[in-house]
Every structure is written in C-alpha cells, then in structure tokens.
C-alpha cells in the first residue's frame, strides 16, 4: 500500500485534487510543485495512515517506516543534503495538514535533524553559529513543547530570564554562545523535567514528531475546532515532511504570509506580513510586529520600517508574480506563506484564504468582473452564514466618541460589552446572558471557546495574520488586533490606556472595521445592502426558485425585513400586538370576563387596535402577501402571576383579587405547550377570532382603497390536527369576511390555511388540503411535537445529547431531516394530492437555517420566511439551493 508521496524540484506524486488522501497542506505542496514553484522538497503521509493509527491501538502501518526512509532520500538527492550528517545536515519540518485547513489547530517542528554535533556541522556549513544555535533552540523548544509535551512557557522563562540577565529586547540580539547558553538551559529543563534527555537521534526525533502530529489529531483544541465546524474526526490529517529552508540565515533572509487580495476589505491588492531574520510561526505568534510587504501598505499604514518590496525588490519581484499566477490558477484569493533564504524564495503554502463576508462578496463581484468566475459561481462562493456579519450593526459616525486606544482593524463590526480578560470568564459570562469583549495580550487556540462566546475580541499585540484576528474574521466577530496603546494588567484585571485605567466589567466598545477602541456604549447603525451585497443579492435572485417572507408583526421589523428583500410576511404572531402598552390590561378584561357578552366588549375595545396594527403592515408591504395567525398561546400567559402582580392587575381593572386569582388558577395548565392554544382557542371563544378576521379584513379593504395595491390576506389558524377544527375555524371566518364586503363594499380576496405543526396534521394533509389554501410548517412545534421534547425544558438534556452523540445537531437549530423532515415531505406530497397549487411555506427558526433552506428546497416548498436579520442569507442559500 502507498503511505507516502513525495514531491519536490518541479515534479510531484500528487495535486490539488487529492485533497482527501494528502490533506489541503500537501495536495497544495505538490500541485506548486508541478507548477514548477520554488517549494522545498518534500513528502506527504497521507490521510489513511493516521486512521490506521487510530484503528489500530496507535500504531504505524507496516510498509510506512521504509516508504519515508526512502522519501528522506529522494529530499537527500534533491537538496546535497543528508539527514543526521555531521557535515551537510539535511533539516526537516514535520507539519500537520488536514483535508479542511485548521489553522493554528495542530503543531509544525521545525529545524528537525538538530543533535549537538549537527548543529556545528549547520553552523559551518552556513558560515553562521549564531543561525544554528538559534535553530537549535527553536527545534528544542517546539519539540520540548508538542512532541514531548513540556509547556512552553517553561522555555520562554528561561529565555526571558537570559534576555533580562545579557540586557538583550530582542531574541535577534542574541549571539551564538549566548543561544548556545540557552540550549543549554533548554536540554537542563527537559531533562529535569521530563526525567529523560533530549533526543539525539534525529531519527527518534522524526518518528516523535510524526507520532505526534497523528497525536494532536485527537488533542482537546482539535477536537472542538471540528465540532464547531463539523468536520468529521474520519477524514484523519496527513503529515508533511519537508526540507527546511531558512529565514533566520541573517538579514538577507525573510519569512511571511499573504493574501492575493485583502483579506479584510477584499480589494485587489497583494497584503502581506513579514520579518526578516525569523523563521515559521514568529510573524502570527506576535513575538515581533510584522512589516508590510507592499510599499503601499506600508504608506498607507505609517510604519517607518522598510516594505519587502524596498527591502529585497527581487525575490518581491519574483513573489508578486508567483501569488498572480497562483490566483488565476486556483481561481480565488489565496493565502500564502514564504521564506526567504539569503535572497532565494521558497514557496511553503498555498490555500484558498480565509475573509471576512466584506470581502467575500467584493472579490466574488470583482472576480466575476474579470471573467475569472461565472455569476453563479460568484453566487455559490459566498457562505450564507457569514452575511451575518454584515447585518451587524456599525458605529454611528455621528455619535460622541472617547477613544482609547486603536490597534488593526482585524475583523470589521463594531461590538460593546464588558471587558472580561480570561476566555473562562467569557464563556461563564454568555451563560449568564451578559454581553462581554475578550481582552487579551494575544490569543491562543486554547481561547477558542471563550472568543466563541465573546461579543468582541481586542488584543494589544500581533498583526493582521495573529491568531486572534484570524479566528475572528472566520466566526465573524469583531476584533481589534495589536492595540500596542493599551496595556493588559493580568494580575490585577486592569486595562491601562493612556490617560485611563479601565477594570474588569467596565463596558467598552471596539471597531473592528477602524481599529478603534472606545469607551462605554455608542450608538450603532443598522447595516444596509448595497455595493457589492447588493450585486450578489441580485445574483441569487435570479438563481432561486423559492420565495423569501419575513416573521414580523411591527412595522420596524417589517420596513427592515423590505429593506432586506422580503417579499411578504410568512407569519405574522398577532398575540405579540396584545402585549402592547394598555392593550393587555383590555386582553385580561377579555380573558376574566364571565360570558360571552363581557368577552365581546372587551373585544370590541382591541378591534380598532388590531386593525391599525394590521392595516400598517399591510401598506408597508404594499401587496405583497402577508400570512396572518390568529391567538395561538394559552390564555394564562396573559395573566399575572406572582401575588403582587395579581394585586397590581386586579387594582387596574377594578375587580376583586380574589376573583382575578380563581381566574389565574382556572386556567392553570400542567402542560400548557399541548393545551388550550391555538384553534382549541377559537373553537372555545370564536368570538375572539372573528374580531381578528374583522380586523384583518377591515384593514385589508382600507389598504386596498389607499395603496391601490391589490391586499390579499392570508389567515393561518394553528394547531390544527383535525379537518373539523380547521372547517369550524373557516366557517367563521368567511361568515365575517362576507359581513365586512357587504359594509364596505369592497371585494376582498383572502386564504385561509393552517399551520402544520402536529404529526397528524402532516398525515392527514390530504384531507386537511380540501380545506386548507396553504400550509406553513411551524416547525418549532413540529419537532417539538414530532420528538415529544418541550422546546422549553430541552436545553437541560439536548447540550448532554450533542456531547454524547445521541444526536449531532440541535433540531430546533438544524431541521431533523430524517424525522421531522419525514412529516414534511409526506404532508407536501399528500397535501397536493388533494389541491394541486396547495402553497406551502415554513416559518420557524428553520426558515433562515442555510441547510434547513437546501431541505426546502428540495421538498419543493414555495417559499421560507424567517427574522428581518436573515432574509438576505436565506436569500443566498435559496440561490445556492437551486443553483
Ligand atoms: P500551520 O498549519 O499552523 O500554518 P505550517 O505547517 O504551515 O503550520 O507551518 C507553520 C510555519 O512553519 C510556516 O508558515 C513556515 O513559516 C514554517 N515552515 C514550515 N515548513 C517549513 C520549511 N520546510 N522550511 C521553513 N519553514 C517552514
Ligand atoms: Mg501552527
Ligand atoms: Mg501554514
């Protein structure tokens, strides 16, 4: 069996197309190398070996040893090099790569092959002591930290602690025997530490750094980046074993990362990070802040310290043109990452780059324009989630503003909350449902969690490619990077800004867009679709089938659900109305009334009210289709509850407190989500019912006298189960529907349909279609009811189900496909046996839910409609459904 794959001086085993079997890291490798791209040579472990390793008690597969042994040595012939020569030692770098690329989740050894006497043999060779012995221990200390598993902070003391002794800032102030001095340290604390030396034998250290990777595979920080992204622990990562070159050989030497185009705003412009004299992770770490690689970039930022482009103008030079080719060639932004070795580039990694939802959406657009890509690809480029970030408010130009501090606008958005300044106390925080800014020095893979539950992320160190901003952009929070101002207290939990000191709790806001950190709250604005979102939009409009409706019963959210392209309302929740002001002192009128008479003229009062309601989103929609729901929760909810309540309410309405609680206890139910709700309600008080069909239809005939506009209401009565609710409910409907046409004169056209959120509703919708005009899958109450969990009680067992794979998803987050799914496919099908251009709809949370979109798609829906936020992402992902 083939483990291993080389590659290296313009040829390759592999390519981009082998992604699953060399991970996107090595498929990459090689496809560079058939480019014939200066890349190191190399060799790939593919994929297979490490579930191997895992199914097989942690264990190498036979035949794996032998094939690297000889990969080494096609590097050897490549480069004139030897591994474990003490003359021209041959170094390698041993770097994780999985299919899907997890940045900064598993751990790269560089510098490997380093023994006490290699290191004199690198330092000959090279001419340099002082670049070997701070290749050593580097090599120590990333191998003491990932392979033999000592913290590295243990290493970063004692290199603190020499620096401070030798009056050194820099570590590239250190000489060779002062590296040495710290080698020495090094190797004493391992083996003090770890009760074993360092490992000499550079093939010991080979196949601990290899084992290790396998290792990390299954580590805590992997394991939730694949959860949080849903990447299945099967595909296994691959192993890239490469031939070192050297941006720590002196100040002809360089290494960095860019982007072909920048990864914030999306414009067309090489962006780029580096350091001279440094090597691997130094430029995303923070150790040092990075230089710019353009001249633009470093005008346009301010720094004094010289560009790439003025600093080694060839290699920049020959680095512009390899990062267009491997644009065009790859068709998308690419993230890059280079060494310089005394002047000679070395290509090290390409892969499509990581951007904010801004910049998505300006190089779709941008890239569609030169022909690079097709509309539709353009369409299918950008992931619906991520508009999210765009629909987050931004801070009010106008607004009073006391900055701070500033640092890189590393991921745009603005974002207020309470500083907190450990990742625990962030998570803990959310918990609580307080809002709060992770500040930290610099993150680490460890913060995941914490950046996770943060409003907003601010770091006073590292640059536009730091972990922190990096991981942000991805989640779509906003961040603040490299704040140099500010200054993070640790020990006492303090934020030190010039001129302030701000504690832990205290509210402050940052920009993410201009690097801005301010204090307390400001004003935001609401995004807008325009420019470049507006294209895509466009796009997608032409590609999808299905409609978009909106959830909203204000005219806020339905003025911004139009501003956002609804076309029509998919439910409106007419109980929301009664919460209103003084209206649900006259709703509880309603409710203790003791007969029919006293309801009606309670209901009288709240007529005029609802018509106003309905009438406003009726003009706002301007003849789109607005879905309307008559009362569907359990009286009671309308009702005081605790005793001061109740003496409160009973004092308003003039009544005995006595009376109002034998009311409250009355109506007390032990499970109220399958109780007295929804058409039971109508079927109970049709009075109530016919007051909101009075309402709507009196509305709906002065809209169509204003507007011009052709309204027709659409009346939704939920909880049905039985034809015979569903007829019982209607029949009063039209009664009033026929009485209003005759007051008004005006010819109203109307539906009326039912929700369907009941198994037996979904089984018998053959039969429920000849009445109903449409359905809309309420699947809120659909997976409630389909799976017997109360929405309500369910977040005490469901977070234990994920963590135990019982189920993978929460179903009331992703719609239950097999399940709940099934219920809907059948009433579909069912449904339009019985009346062909029956119109179904879905209007849960599910409804903005991109893969619960693609479900819709594909069981022939007419149309979604969720909150005003997410009208353009379900837009999106309808397109992407069809497409
Ligand atoms: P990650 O997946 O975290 O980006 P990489 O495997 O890309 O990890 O390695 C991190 C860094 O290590 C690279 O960006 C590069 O600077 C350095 N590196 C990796 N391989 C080599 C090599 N063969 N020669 C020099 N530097 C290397
Ligand atoms: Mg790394
Ligand atoms: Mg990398």
């Known amino acids: 069996e083939k483990w291993v794959y080389t590659f290296g001086a313009g040829r390759a085993e592999g390519g981009a197309g082998d992604r699953d079997l060399l991970g996107g890291k090595g498929a990459n490798l090689a496809e560079m190398c058939n480019l014939g791209l200066p890349v190191p040579p190399g060799l790939t472990i593919v994929t297979a070996a490490c579930n191997h390793y895992y199914e097989n008690g942690r264990t190498l597969p036979e035949g794996l040893r032998s094939q690297v042994r000889d990969g080494i040595r096609h590097m050897e012939a490549i480069t004139g090099r030897l591994f474990g020569d003490t003359r021209k030692p041959l170094l390698l770098s041993v770097r994780s790569g999985a299919r899907a690329s997890m940045p900064g989740m598993m751990d790269t050894v560089l510098n490997l092959g380093l023994n006490d006497r290699t290191v004199e043999a690198l330092g000959h060779d090279a001419g340099d002591a002082r670049f070997a012995w701070d290749s050593y221990r580097r090599f120590i200390q990333m191998y003491g930290d990932v392979v033999m598993g000592l913290d590295h902070e243990v290493f970063e003391e004692i290199l603190e602690d020499e620096k401070a002794r030798l009056g050194h800032e820099q570590d590239t102030e250190l000489s060779a025997v002062e590296w040495q001095q710290v080698v020495a340290r090094y190797k004493q604390v391992i083996e003090e530490d770890l009760g074993e030396p360092f490992p000499q034998d550079p093939e010991v250290q080979l196949w601990g750094a290899i084992g290790a990777v396998f290792a990390s595979w299954m580590n805590a920080r992997a394991v939730t980046y694949r959860m949080l992204h849903n990447i299945p622990a099967v595909w296994g990562t691959a192993v890239n074993v490469q031939a070192m070159v050297f941006g720590n050989l002196g100040n002809a030497s360089a290494t960095g990362v860019a982007f072909t185009r920048n990864p914030s705003t999306g414009e067309n412009k090489l962006y780029g990070e580096f350091l001279v004299n440094a090597q691997g992770e130094d430029v995303v770490a923070g150790i040092r802040t990075p230089q710019n690689i353009t001249e633009e970039a470093r005008i346009a930022s301010g720094s004094d310290r010289p560009s790439l482009e003025k600093l080694m103008p060839e290699a920049f030079a020959e680095f512009r043109g390899i990062c267009e080719r491997l644009e065009r060639h790859y068709r998308d932004m690419q993230d890059l990452e280079f ?199 466009e796009w997608a409009d032409r590609t999808r089938r299905m409609k978009v409706r909106t959830n909203a019963e204000t005219p806020a959210d ?279 251009d029956l119109k179904l709809g879905i209007c849960g949370e599910h409804g903005g839910d991109p893969a619960s979109i693609r479900f819709c798609e594909e069981a022939g829906l007419d149309y979604v409609s969720c909150s005003p936020f997410r009208v353009p992402i379900a837009r999106l992902a309808a397109a992407q459904a069809a497409f």
């Open 339 to 537: 060494t310089i070795e005394r002047g000679k580039l070395w290509m090290l990694q390409t892969r499509s780059g990581k951007r904010t939802a801004r910049a998505a959406l300006k190089i779709a657009v941008d890239m569609a324009g030169e022909g690079l890509i097709s509309e539709g690809e353009a369409v299918s480029r950008i992931d619906p989630a991520s508009l999210d970030q765009l629909l987050h408010p931004t801070i009010d130009p106008r607004a009073r503003r006391e900055v701070i501090g500033s640092g890189l606008p590393a991921s745009p958005g603005a974002a207020t909350g309470e500083i907190v300044f450990t990742s625990e106390e962030a998570v803990r925080a959310e918990e609580e449902g307080r809002k709060v800014i992770l500040v930290r020095v610099e993150t680490s893979p460890e913060d995941i969690h914490g950046m996770h539950a943060a409003e907003g992320i601010l770091t006073t160190r590292g640059g536009m490619t730091s972990h922190a901003a990096v991981v942000a952009r991805g989640m779509g929070t906003p961040c603040v990077s490299g704040a140099g101002t500010l200054r993070v207290d640790l020990r006492n939990e303090l934020l030190i800004a010039q001129g302030a000191t701000l504690t832990k709790g205290d509210v402050i806001t940052i920009d993410g867009s201009s690097g801005q950190v301010l204090k307390g709250e400001i004003p935001m604005l609401q995004p807008e679709l325009s420019g470049d979102f507006g294209r895509i939009m």
């Open 558 to 836: 339905a003025r911004a659900a139009r501003s956002f392209g609804a076309e029509g309302i998919g439910l409106c929740r007419t109980e929301h109305m009664f919460f209103e002001g003084s209206r649900i002192n006259v709703m509880r009128e309603m409710i203790i009334a003791g007969d029919e008479a006293g309801r009606r003229a309670a209901l009288s009062k709240l007529l005029p009210m609802q018509r106003s309601d309905f009438f406003e989103l009726f003009e706002i929609m301007h003849g789109l289709p607005v879905t309307i729901r008559l009362l569907d929760p359990p009286l009671h909810e309308f009702l005081p509850k605790t005793d001061a309540e109740i003496a409160e309410v009973a004092a308003a309405l003039s009544i005995e407190e006595q009376a109002l609680r034998h009311r409250v206890d009355a109506l007390h139910e032990f499970n109220p989500m399958l109780g007295h709700r929804g058409c039971r309600l109508a079927i109970s008080y049709p009075e109530i019912a016919e007051m909101q069909a009075r309402a709507i239809f009196e509305a709906a005939a002065e809209a169509a006298r204003k507007t011009g506009a052709a309204v027709v209401p659409e009346i939704m009565v939920p909880l049905v189960g039985l034809k015979a609710e569903l007829d019982y409910v209607k029949g009063r409907i039209d009664a009033v529907a026929k009485a209003v046409i005759a007051e008004t004169g005006v010819p109203i056209d109307y539906l009326v349909g039912t929700m369907i959120e009941l198994p037996r509703a979904a089984l018998r919708a053959h039969v429920i279609a000849e009445s109903a005009e449409f359905f809309s899958f309420g699947t809120n109450d659909l997976t409630q009811t389909t799976f017997g969990i109360s929405r309500d009680d369910a977040s005490a067992f469901l977070s234990t189900y994920i963590q135990k794979g019982i189920v993978e998803q929460d179903p009331f987050v992703q719609l239950d496909f097999d399940g709940v799914g099934e219920l809907i496919r059948i009433a579909a099908e069912r449904g339009r046996r019985t009346r062909k």
